[in-house]
C-alpha cells in the first residue's frame, strides 16, 4: 500500500538479528515516515508540557488559576489520543488505512489544534498577568520560566496538530 508519508510499508517487519527477525509485530515503517515522526513530535511535546504543568504549575495553581486546568486538559486529552492512534498504526497497517481515511483524524486534529492555540494564550495570559510579577521580586521563583517555555511548546503543538490535520484531511479527500 503506498499511502502518503508512509515509507517501507512492503518491507519485512521487525528487526534482523543475524538470521532471524525479532519484533515483527512493530511496523517499523509507520515509525519512521512523516506522519510517524509527526506523531511522535506531538507526543513529545504532550509529554514535555505535561511534566512542567505538573512539576512548576501545579504548586503555584492558586496564582495561575484555570489557566492551569485549562492546558492540563489539553495536554491530557491530546497526549491519551495520539498515544492511542501511534499504537495502533504501529502495530497494525490495516488500522492506518482504516482510521487515517476517515473523518476522526481530521477531526481530532483540527480540535486539538484549536484547544493548544486557546489554553496556550490563556496561558500567557496567566503568565504575564500573575507570573511575571511574582518573578520580578521573588528569588528562585521557576514558575514564570517553566509555565512560558509551557505556552510555548502549546503553540508548537497546536502547529503540528494543525498540520496534521490539513494532512489528514487531504488523506481523506483521496490525495494519497
Given amino acids: 500500500m503506498a499511502s502518503f508519508g508512509v515509507r517501507g510499508m512492503g518491507q ?48 503555584y495553581a492558586d496564582s495561575i488559576g484555570q489557566a492551569l486546568t485549562s492546558f492540563l486538559a489539553t495536554t491530557g486529552h491530546c497526549f491519551t489520543t495520539t498515544g492511542i492512534l501511534l499504537l495502533c498504526y504501529a502495530f497494525s497497517d490495516k488500522s492506518y488505512s482504516l482510521i487515517r481515511q476517515s473523518l476522526f483524524e481530521t477531526l481530532f486534529n483540527g480540535l486539538a489544534s484549536c484547544m493548544y492555540f486557546s489554553s496556550s494564550s490563556y496561558m500567557g495570559f496567566a503568565c504575564v498577568v500573575w507570573l511575571h510579577p511574582q518573578f520580578l521580586v521573588r528569588p528562585g521563583f521557576w514558575a514564570y520560566p517553566a509555565m512560558t517555555a509551557c505556552y510555548y511548546m502549546g503553540y508548537a503543538a497546536g502547529i503540528l496538530h494543525a498540520l496534521d490535520a490539513y494532512l489528514a484531511f487531504r488523506h481523506f479527500r483521496g490525495a494519497r
Fill in 12 to 59: 519485512p517487519l521487525g528487526i534482523r538479528i543475524c538470521c532471524c527477525r525479532i519484533c515483527t509485530c512493530i511496523n517499523f515503517g509507520f515509525v519512521l515516515s512523516r506522519i510517524g515522526l509527526l506523531k511522535l513530535m506531538q507526543l513529545g511535546l504532550a509529554m514535555l508540557c505535561e511534566g512542567l504543568l505538573i512539576r512548576y504549575g501545579v504548586p
